[in-house]
């Protein structure tokens, strides 16, 4: 019984800000910093830096109260990360093959590479604001709360054309040579779905039904993105830094 108490609770609070027309919806975009941190251990997973990227994503505001707000939100994220320098690849079957049995778990090589993964996300955030001051336009606020996400695609890109390939990460033991101008679907490799938390805080400004708002914060995944225990252990995260516009759907 106390699930369906809670979910008809929640009911009622949003019919309830709905009949009095407490509901604003909106747009917001921006710069995202994605990172993958962890690495579990794998030369595959360690080393990774962050990139620029971006995101947007479309909200409803439900206001409960002056100081409290519920705020759905359906965003497009761009996660990943990359890396700049010498590091480990995987032997291809044709490279084990050759190696036989003094075949090396990894070679090495000096290339850029970068992790793509593109999320779609469905964060619901607990918001609390404060007007600066009782006839203020502007007010402040901070909000958090949990996200599902959902991954859309996911590639390694890799630049630096014709390198020299080594069997140890010093470069030192020189083998063969290989093109790193590539781009492998990593999809497959990568669970479809995760789960964590987001939090901004943010400044507004209200003209009639108006709000402009610019807000910083940032996304963190709490479960390990990698498939298979040989690709290590990541996790997906982002800083955000956005713009957004909402409007008042109260008169």
């Known amino acids: 019984m106390k699930p369906v108490l809670s979910v008809s609770f929640l009911c009622v609070i949003i019919t309830s800000c709905i009949s009095a027309q407490n509901v604003s919806i909106g747009v917001r975009g921006g710069l995202t910093i994605p990172n993958l941190t962890g690495g579990g251990g794998t030369p595959l997973s360690e080393g ?8 947007f994503g479309v909200f409803a505001e439900f206001r409960i109260s002056k100081l409290f707000s519920i705020q759905p939100m359906l965003e497009y994220s761009q996660e990943g990360a990359k ?4 590091q480990a690849f995987p032997l291809t079957e ?10 090396p778990q990894y070679l090495y090589a000096n290339y850029k590479s970068i992790a793509k993964l593109n999320y779609l996300m469905l964060p619901v955030l607990t918001k609390f604001g404060w ?20 991954l859309l695609n996911a590639h390694d890109i890799q630049k630096g054309g014709v390198q020299t390939v080594y069997m140890d990460k ?3 033991q020189p083998v063969a040579q290989a093109n790193f101008d590539t781009t492998e679907n990593i999809k497959d490799h990568i669970h479809k779905g995760n789960f964590g938390i987001e939090g901004n805080a943010g400044i507004a400004y209200r003209f009639k039904r108006s709000t402009f708002f610019l807000e910083g914060g940032g996304n963190y995944g709490l479960l390990n993105i990698q498939k298979y225990a040989e690709d290590g252990k990541n996790h997906s995260g982002a800083a955000t830094i956005m713009i957004g516009y909402a409007l008042s759907l109260g008169k």
């Open 48 to 55: 990774y830096s962050t990139r620029a990227a971006s995101g």
């Open 83 to 86: 890396k700049n320098g010498m």
């Open 94 to 103: 044709e490279q084990s093959e050759e190696f036989g049995d003094q075949a």
């Open 131 to 150: 007007d600066l001051g009782q006839q203020s336009r502007w007010r402040i606020y901070i909000d958090a709360g949990p996200y599902a996400a959902l």
């Open 170 to 172: 010093d470069g030192k």
